[in-house]
């Protein structure tokens, strides 16, 4: 763990307000594809981890329940990651808290309020509360739906058809970027890789789909 740095008094956080702060919270953390992302040089400013977010990250990293534990470990493992890669971003870990705010959530809403920062996320609720209170949120599931390449009614493609869609017939395969097809009487094709016809495309807020049959 870093070592503890002196508690940042609240009343002087403005003069902290020229920094461009991006905000993480901890399950961008956990995610991990943030480390990534700050290697592209597409974020600008600095990274900011307040104290709360990586005592989260640690209690969860201690927890009893063994999926909590591994997910907690990543998040320490993708932030140590960070750190050692201050090339294209700075980072820093500042020790504030907000005593009187339950939820590590509320308090990063208010410390980006505070700062004039931006909260990076993959949260659905903190992006929609955040939203609310008038703090920008960079959300890297948009960001990634964002950067996916466009697929046009018509196009073809080989994929494998890994299981069955919840219609009857329907067979379901996925890109290399986790996308879902779902391919017209692909059920016969079961465990085939096959050329399809991509017939329409669904963007939603869980992701994109797209719908296709066999060639």
């Known amino acids: 763990p870093p070592a503890e740095k002196p508690k940042v008094n609240l009343v002087k956080l403005q003069e902290h307000k020229n920094k461009n ?3 993480l919270d901890t399950n ?4 991990g594809r943030i480390a990534d992302i ?18 989260e990250l640690q209690y969860i990293a201690d927890s ?3 999926l909590r534990r591994v997910r907690g470990r990543r998040g320490l493992d993708v932030l140590q990651k960070i750190r050692e890669d201050e090339s294209n971003m700075e980072v820093e870990i500042m020790n504030v808290d907000f005593e ?7 308090k990063l809403v208010r410390l980006a309020q505070k700062l004039g920062g931006k ?23 948009e960001l990634s739906n964002a ?11 080989r994929v494998q058809v890994v299981k069955d869609g ?14 879902m097809i779902v391919i017209e009487n692909g059920h016969r094709y079961l465990s085939r890789t096959i050329s399809v016809e991509v017939t329409s495309a669904l963007q939603t807020a869980a992701g994109r789909m797209i719908f296709a049959k066999p060639r």
């Not at 919840?166 to 996308?179: H, I, M, N, R, S």
């Open 28 to 31: 961008v953390i956990i995610d």
């Open 119 to 141: 909260i990076i996320t993959n949260d659905f609720n903190l992006n929609k509360v955040a939203q609310l209170r008038g703090v920008e949120v960079l959300n890297i599931n």
């Open 21 to 23: 702060y991006k905000l």
């Open 38 to 55: 700050c290697k592209t040089g597409f974020l600008e400013g600095t990274l900011l981890i307040p104290v709360f977010v990586l005592e």
């Open 166 to 179: 919840k219609e009857p017939g329907q067979g379901v395969a996925y890109l290399d970027d986790g996308t």
């Open 100 to 106: 009187e705010i339950q939820g590590v959530d509320s």
């Open 147 to 157: 950067v996916k390449p466009v697929v046009i009614p018509g196009e073809t493609m």
């Open 64 to 66: 009893s329940d063994t």
